[in-house]
């Protein structure tokens, strides 16, 4: 019998010392992520709205829009995914359909954090949390579905209470101690900004640190998230900036240079591993199921067409 991803996750987590699981904002970024051999991505909430709607990370899309892409996600790869699942859209009551979704998606573990609603991304200005009491009373909610539909679901607690409006180092390890105690499997404290920070935050949190390498916090190399103690590590919005930059600079000289910069852009690719567009997609497969499923019939329609040819 096939392990579910949730287990595989945990395996990945418990081997450690550091796993670093780097963000994706859709099915393709995702792909690219397995080609190269990462273990477990990460489908960005940031990158879920801005490649989506094209509207920032402030709680702009919901939770369908979510769950559609994590769904695309999830079925693209071989590899867990670990989503960003905002502050479960609603209250604890929402939580339950939140994450019977979630894994019904295929995603092995979820982080849910205790903004306030509508939310916005941890590394800008003006967040604020909601009571604790209500923040437990997800993550038990959340605990106790992930129990009855999957137990190695992963449940990750993120806490904006560090830089929220009114808010502290002191409260948001608080939070994360008391949402591990009630079912989270890894806590993670959004939004340290300096180095001393993140070495209290290793220190005081009872059980395994979830670490978001961005923004305002300190970046550490793989050996030194190993010295600090940290379980896992995300670097959310890696491909989503590159994509940009190298959407908006194309762009830009084919507005200038009209389309044959397109031609010449794409010359610098002809030996990347990736330049393959058709390959990387899937005709290969394509071709391979036609012939499996559809007979050799099926198979005469290459001997005389023009365009890319799929390996026999």
């Given at each position: 019998?096939?392990?579910?991803?949730?287990?595989?996750?945990?395996?990945?987590i418990k081997a450690g010392?550091?796993?670093?699981?780097?963000?994706?904002?859709?099915?393709?970024?995702?792909?690219?992520?397995?080609?190269?051999?990462?273990?477990?991505?990460?489908?960005?909430?940031?990158?879920?709205?801005?490649?989506?709607?094209?509207?920032?990370?402030?709680?702009?899309?919901?939770?369908?829009?979510?769950?559609?892409?994590?769904?695309?996600?999830?079925?693209?790869?071989?590899?867990?995914?670990?989503?960003?699942?905002?502050?479960?859209?609603?209250?604890?009551i929402n939580v339950i359909?939140?994450?019977?979704?979630?894994?019904?998606?295929?995603?092995?573990?979820?982080?849910?954090?205790?903004?306030?609603?509508?939310?916005?991304?941890?590394?800008?200005?003006?967040?604020?949390?909601?009571?604790?009491?209500?923040?437990?009373?997800?993550?038990?909610?959340?605990?106790?579905?992930?129990?009855?539909?999957?137990?190695?679901?992963?449940?990750?607690?993120?806490?904006?209470?560090?830089?929220?409006?009114?808010?502290?180092?002191?409260?948001?390890?608080?939070?994360?101690?008391?949402?591990?105690?009630?079912?989270?499997?890894?806590?993670?404290?959004?939004?340290?900004?300096?180095?001393?920070?993140?070495?209290?935050?290793?220190?005081?949190?009872?059980?395994?640190?979830?670490?978001?390498?961005?923004?305002?916090?300190?970046?550490?190399?793989?050996?030194?998230?190993?010295?600090?103690?940290?379980?896992?590590?995300?670097?959310?919005?890696?491909?989503?900036?590159?994509?940009?930059?190298?959407?908006?600079?194309?762009?830009?000289?084919?507005?200038?240079?009209?389309?044959?910069?397109?031609?010449?852009?794409?010359?610098?690719?002809?030996?990347?591993?990736?330049?393959?567009?058709?390959?990387?997609?899937?005709?290969?497969?394509?071709?391979?199921?036609?012939?499996?499923?559809?007979?050799?019939?099926?198979?005469?329609?290459?001997?005389?067409?023009?365009?890319?040819m799929p390996k026999k």
């Amino acid at each position: 019998m096939n392990k579910r991803q949730s287990t595989r996750l945990r395996e990945l987590i418990k081997a450690g010392p550091t796993l670093f699981v780097p963000g994706c904002y859709n099915a393709m970024s995702a792909r690219v992520l397995e080609n190269v051999g990462f273990g477990a991505i990460y489908m960005s909430g940031y990158g879920t709205s801005l490649s989506l709607t094209g509207l920032p990370d402030a709680g702009l899309v919901t939770m369908s829009e979510v769950i559609t892409n994590a769904r695309y996600i999830a079925q693209a790869v071989s590899i867990p995914v670990i989503a960003d699942a905002d502050n479960g859209y609603g209250n604890a009551i929402n939580v339950i359909r939140t994450v019977r979704e979630f894994i019904g998606a295929g995603i092995a573990g979820i982080h849910l954090e205790d903004q306030v609603s509508p939310k916005r991304c941890g590394h800008v200005a003006g967040r604020l949390v909601v009571p604790i009491e209500e923040a437990l009373g997800k993550m038990r909610a959340a605990d106790a579905t992930r129990k009855e539909l999957d137990p190695d679901f992963v449940l990750i607690a993120r806490t904006d209470a560090r830089g929220a409006s009114g808010g502290s180092l002191d409260e948001a390890i608080r939070r994360g101690n008391a949402l591990l105690a009630a079912g989270a499997d890894l806590a993670f404290v959004e939004g340290p900004t300096s180095v001393d920070e993140v070495r209290r935050i290793c220190a005081e949190i009872r059980g395994p640190v979830f670490y978001n390498m961005t923004g305002v916090s300190p970046r550490y190399s793989q050996e030194e998230m190993k010295a600090l103690g940290i379980a896992v590590t995300i670097a959310p919005g890696a491909l989503m900036r590159v994509s940009l930059t190298a959407m908006h600079d194309l762009a830009v000289q084919m507005r200038d240079e009209g389309p044959m910069a397109e031609a010449r852009f794409f010359e610098k690719f002809g030996g990347h591993p990736l330049g393959d567009l058709h390959t990387f997609a899937g005709f290969d497969r394509i071709r391979a199921w036609e012939k499996e499923f559809l007979g050799e019939e099926a198979m005469a329609k290459y001997t005389d067409s023009v365009g890319h040819m799929p390996k026999k």
